[in-house]
């Protein structure tokens, strides 16, 4: 069985702000991958190299082609930065940030490869992560020719477990697909050269179907809300495990799917762990997204809900 290749990105990330071109993010994906296999903790400083030969498999390309897009992408990854917001874990406040992706990034002809040092910032973004993020499979990118195409995926899938997002102000959407102030300014065109042709190679590609919402004042659109299913032949071929029909297949301490949902749905359960998520995330948002997250940490470590006994919740 292939390895499965999954980015995985803390929620900060993937809201942030950035403007990055296909190969920039594609080089982004790569890093991160290599990052976490060698290492989940990765020092910062810690140099990473990525391949020709590894871009080109992933993304269906020729080497000498994946080379030169690699290089190209060199240069305006040196020059970009990110604009994101998180919690102060202090004072519970909320701080807004800039940062840089990369502290170092060059290649190395003779081996056809590229070398970057992830900027500091970055490293507990794509590594140390605990509570709130996001993860897919490279694969669902892979075939994604616009880089707006490629974010929206991102902003979308972090709402996998609710099927449909918070409204987005305009605004606010067009800061993080990257659309620059001069561009697409008029609604049809922004409409026909980021949005619409984003959900066309995402409904295509990837393993959702997406549409959206348009709110208006007026007669002036100010947000978007995007609605999304799973592909049925992606639930088929076991890239969805999880479903609550199905929840005594996956247990912990012998206890469902459905049981674990009324565990998160618990009032007492929710006072006790409202703390391990973020106000602004899917989870501390929207009570689909709190089950949903709370099931997958009560599988993935049980220990950390230490409060009292699990079980007392279903009481």
Same mark, same amino acid.
């Given at each position: 069985?292939?390895?499965?290749?999954?980015?995985?990105?803390?929620?900060?990330?993937?809201?942030?702000?950035?403007?990055?071109?296909?190969?920039?993010?594609?080089?982004?994906?790569?890093?991160?991958?290599?990052?976490?296999?060698?290492?989940?903790?990765?020092?910062?400083?810690?140099?990473?190299?990525?391949?020709?030969?590894?871009?080109?498999?992933?993304?269906?390309?020729?080497?000498?082609?994946?080379?030169?897009?690699?290089?190209?992408?060199?240069?305006?990854?040196?020059?970009?930065?990110?604009?994101?917001?998180?919690?102060?874990?202090?004072?519970?406040?909320?701080?807004?940030?800039?940062?840089?992706?990369?502290?170092?990034?060059?290649?190395?002809?003779?081996?056809?490869?590229?070398?970057?040092?992830?900027?500091?910032?970055?490293?507990?973004?794509?590594?140390? @992560?605990?509570?709130?993020?996001?993860?897919?499979?490279?694969?669902?990118?892979?075939?994604?020719?616009?880089?707006?195409?490629?974010?929206?995926?991102?902003?979308?899938?972090?709402?996998?477990?609710?099927?449909?997002?918070?409204?987005? @102000?305009?605004?606010?959407?067009?800061?993080?697909?990257?659309?620059?102030?001069?561009?697409?300014?008029?609604?049809?065109?922004?409409?026909?050269?980021?949005?619409?042709?984003?959900?066309?190679?995402?409904?295509?590609?990837?393993?959702?179907?997406?549409?959206?919402?348009?709110?208006?004042?007026?007669?002036?659109?100010?947000?978007?809300?995007?609605?999304?299913?799973?592909?049925?032949?992606?639930?088929?071929?076991?890239?969805?495990?999880?479903?609550?029909?199905?929840?005594?297949?996956?247990?912990?301490?012998?206890?469902?799917?459905?049981? @674990?949902?009324?565990?998160?749905?618990?009032?007492?359960?929710?006072?006790?762990?409202?703390?391990?998520?973020?106000?602004?995330?899917?989870?501390?948002?929207?009570?689909?997204?709190?089950?949903?997250?709370?099931?997958?940490? @009560?599988?993935?470590?049980?220990?950390?809900?230490?409060?009292?006994?699990?079980?007392?919740?279903?009481?």
């Amino acid at each position: 069985m292939t390895k499965k290749q999954m980015v995985v990105k803390d929620n900060n990330l993937v809201s942030a702000t950035y403007s990055l071109g296909v190969a920039e993010q594609r080089l982004i994906f790569l890093a991160i991958i290599e990052a976490r296999e060698q290492n989940k903790l990765i020092n910062v400083g810690k140099s990473l190299r990525i391949y020709a030969k590894s871009y080109g498999k992933q993304f269906n390309v020729e080497k000498h082609t994946a080379y030169e897009a690699m290089k190209r992408a060199v240069e305006g990854l040196y020059e970009a930065g990110f604009s994101y917001s998180k919690t102060d874990e202090e004072s519970g406040e909320l701080g807004h940030y800039k940062s840089r992706w990369v502290d170092k990034i060059g290649y190395i002809d003779n081996l056809g490869c590229v070398e970057l040092v992830f900027a500091s910032d970055v490293v507990p973004l794509i590594t140390r @992560l605990e509570k709130r993020y996001t993860e897919y499979e490279l694969r669902q990118v892979s075939s994604l020719q616009s880089e707006y195409a490629i974010r929206l995926y991102e902003l979308i899938i972090q709402w996998k477990s609710v099927g449909k997002t918070n409204k987005i @102000l305009l605004d606010d959407l067009r800061m993080m697909l990257g659309v620059e102030p001069e561009q697409y300014k008029k609604m049809c065109n922004f409409k026909a050269k980021v949005l619409d042709l984003a959900i066309k190679q995402i409904n295509k590609y990837t393993d959702i179907t997406a549409d959206y919402d348009q709110h208006k004042d007026g007669r002036v659109i100010t947000g978007f809300t995007f609605k999304f299913k799973i592909k049925k032949d992606e639930v088929a071929t076991g890239t969805v495990r999880r479903d609550a029909s199905n929840g005594d297949m996956f247990t912990i301490e012998g206890l469902s799917d459905n049981q @674990l949902g009324r565990i998160a749905r618990n009032p007492s359960f929710m006072a006790d762990y409202n703390h391990m998520v973020s106000s602004t995330s899917p989870a501390g948002q929207d009570i689909k997204a709190w089950e949903f997250e709370m099931i997958n940490r @009560l599988k993935k470590d049980a220990t950390e809900f230490n409060k009292r006994p699990i079980r007392e919740y279903l009481l």
